[in-house]
């Protein structure tokens, strides 16, 4: 299939009229949302796995080399969406060199996605002890505090996170879903003004006008294919896409048209970005907060 076709591909989220309201159906746009063909496995990835298994079976490795193979397994496993046997190498590279600060971002990454929110934290403060410099740290333990729902203290930390890179459209993006949490008026102000640091060719720079109402939905998924030179490209831009639609919605209580873009995000197989990664955490609270 080719990209011309990838991006005239769509289907109409028909839960509008199936689960919401009258009155929430007639304020909300049937929308065609463009889809693409879930992301397959990169088989470099597998080839790699079955050369480092091979490596960590050798007698001569050093402590450091063996925590090193584990590490850079890990990672793989990670990226192909095998979590546990991911976190089985983590644990044991950090076993063997406990100063690997990438590992306890990773598996502070791993405990929020599983709630458990006081590990995720200790992970994340044991990647700074080490490396200060880790600023994906300040994201990951800010995300473990938003959904822990402590929102104020997220905002602390997606604010250092800002501050080393301010012209990042998704670092704004974190800051706002912390700050509006709290007070909406006053995030869309922080956001617009943030939104001046960011070049405006950049595509996640729609997603900033889409939050603040520059750019219609409509036009914001008409447009998602501009630029794309790869299906993998695409795959990982509507992954994106899918995830701030939903947070979009969820915040405005579209909580059907929420889970419909989660789920959105989840096919598209993008295992290794946080927008995939957290929209199974929101269906798993969402099915959490139905059950109660």
Known sequence: MT???????SFTLLSLSACQTTTQAESIPIINVPFAAPL???????????????????AD????????????R????????????????????????????????FLGIQHTLMQQY???YEF?????????????AYLNRGIALYYAARSELAEIDFTEFLSRSPSDPYRILWLYLAQA????????AVLKSNATAVDESQWAYQLISLYLG??????????????????QEYAQRLCEAYFYLAKLHQAAGNINLASDYFKLALSTNVHEFIEYKYARLELELMAGEDAS
């Open 3 to 9: 990209l011309k076709h990838l991006a005239l591909a």
């Open 40 to 58: 397959a496995s990169d088989f470099r990835s597998e080839i790699a796995i079955a050369r480092y298994s091979e490596l960590l079976n050798r």
């Open 61 to 72: 490795l050093t402590t450091e080399q063996q925590a090193k193979l584990y590490y850079d």
């Open 74 to 105: 890990g990672v793989l496993f990670d990226s192909l969406g095998m979590t546990t046997l991911s976190r089985i190498d983590f644990n044991r590279a950090v076993k063997l060199k406990p100063d690997l600060a990438e590992v306890y971002n």
């Open 118 to 120: 006081e590990k995720a």
């Open 124 to 136: 994340f403060d044991s990647a700074l002890e080490l490396n200060e410099g880790h600023e994906y």
């Open 181 to 188: 949490n709290q007070q909406q008026t006053q995030a869309l």
């Open 214 to 231: 520059e750019l219609s939905e409509y036009d914001f998924l008409s447009a998602i294919s501009d630029g794309v030179k790869s299906e």
